[in-house]
Nanobody
Framework: QVRLAESGGGSVQAGGSLTLSCASS??????MSWFRQAPGKEREGVAS???????MYADSVKGRFTVSKVDDKNTLTLHMTSLKPEDTALYYC???????????????????????WGQGTQVTVST
């Protein structure tokens, strides 16, 4: 069982920055990702990180968002810059069950690949 808890959401103006955190209850070899869901839209993958540290980003956030993992704190972060109104959404972190020994390339944005989800943290970007 992996418990995930997001924090760091808030309201910012366009062009601003925010850093989200996701605290995991386990220190283990897992694949973790950030997803987001805006009202009336499907959940979409934003950024993922494999146990090796290999990362993947959605085209819409490349160059603006950075995902990283602080292993000694069991924490996943998402540093978001140059925020746009279209980034407004509820942001979730997700995890595979430990241990993960699959391919880095499989740590992607398929929601059903992940067994554990946090409750989400709201990000609102205003013009």
């Amino acid at each position: 069982q992996v418990r995930l808890a997001e924090s760091g959401g808030g309201s910012v103006q366009a062009g601003g920055s925010l850093t989200l955190s996701c605290a995991s209850s386990v220190h283990a070899r897992i694949c973790m990702s950030w997803f987001r869901q805006a009202p009336g839209k499907e959940r979409e993958g934003v950024a993922s990180i494999a146990p090796s540290g290999s990362t993947m980003y959605a085209d819409s956030v490349k160059g603006r968002f950075t995902v990283s993992k602080v292993d000694d704190k069991n924490t996943l972060t998402l540093h978001m810059t140059s925020l746009k109104p279209e980034d407004t959404a509820l942001y979730y972190c997700a995890s595979t069950p430990p241990p993960y020994y699959g391919r880095d390339s499989d740590c992607d944005f398929r929601p059903n690949f992940y067994n554990y989800w946090g409750q989400g943290t709201q990000v609102t970007v205003s013009t």
